[in-house]
C-alpha cells in the first residue's frame, strides 16, 4: 500500500512540475526576457561597446543622429546583419517592457485612487 501511495504522490508531483514548467513557458514577459537576454550577448559579442560608448561620447550631440544612422547604415551595407537583429530586438523588447511596467504602475495608481 505503501509504495503505491509513494508511486500516486510521484505521478501527481510530476504533473503539478510539468503544469508549473508549462505555464513559465507560455507566458509572454519569459520568452520576452530569454531573446533580450540573447540579443545582448549576442550584440555585446559583435560590437566592441566600449569603442562605440567612446564614439558617441566623443561626436557633437546635434550630430548624435548622424552617427546612429551611419553606423546602420555601414552595419548594413557591411553585411553584419545580426548586429542589427540584435539591435532592434533589445529595443524592441526593452519598449515592450516599459510600456508593460508604466501601464502596471498607472493601473495600480488608477486603483488606489
Known sequence: M???NKRLHRRIMYRVYVSFMLSIAEHRFF???????AALALFGRLVH??????NALSTPLLELP?????????AFS??????ILATLVILTVGVSFAR??????LLERHRAA
Open 2 to 4: 505503501e509504495t503505491v
Open 31 to 37: 520568452w520576452q526576457g530569454f531573446l533580450f537576454g
Open 49 to 54: 561597446v566600449t569603442a562605440l560608448t567612446d
Open 66 to 74: 548622424y552617427f546612429v544612422v551611419g553606423a546602420f547604415q555601414h
Open 78 to 83: 557591411s553585411g553584419e546583419f545580426l548586429t
Open 100 to 105: 508593460a511596467f508604466v501601464r502596471l504602475t
